[in-house]
């Protein structure tokens, strides 16, 4: 009987180590999830003569397009 006790405590205490380590690997899963697949904070290189699709404040006028009667 002792050694089913014993056996029994191994196994309470198998179980708390791996649900220990399995919150473990799931926060590391969700972290990794977020910064592969999240917003990214990159950031954008502007050369010079190349418009840029999403920074409108960059963007030519029209007027500059048109000839300058001076």
Same mark, same amino acid.
């Given at each position: 009987?002792? +050694? %089913?006790?014993?056996?029994?405590? &191994?196994? #309470?205490?198998?179980?708390?180590? !791996?649900?220990? +380590? %399995?919150?473990?690997?799931?926060? &590391?899963? #969700?972290?990794?999830?977020?910064? !592969?697949?999240?917003?990214?904070?990159?950031?954008?290189? &502007?050369?010079?003569?190349?418009?840029?699709?999403?920074?409108e404040e960059q963007l030519p006028e029209e007027d500059d397009d048109l000839p300058r009667s001076?």
């Amino acid at each position: 009987m002792e +050694e %089913l006790l014993e056996i029994i405590k &191994q196994q #309470a205490s198998t179980i708390d180590n !791996l649900t220990n +380590e %399995l919150a473990l690997l799931r926060e &590391q899963v #969700a972290y990794l999830t977020q910064k !592969l697949y999240g917003k990214s904070s990159e950031k954008s290189i &502007q050369v010079n003569g190349q418009l840029s699709l999403f920074d409108e404040e960059q963007l030519p006028e029209e007027d500059d397009d048109l000839p300058r009667s001076d």
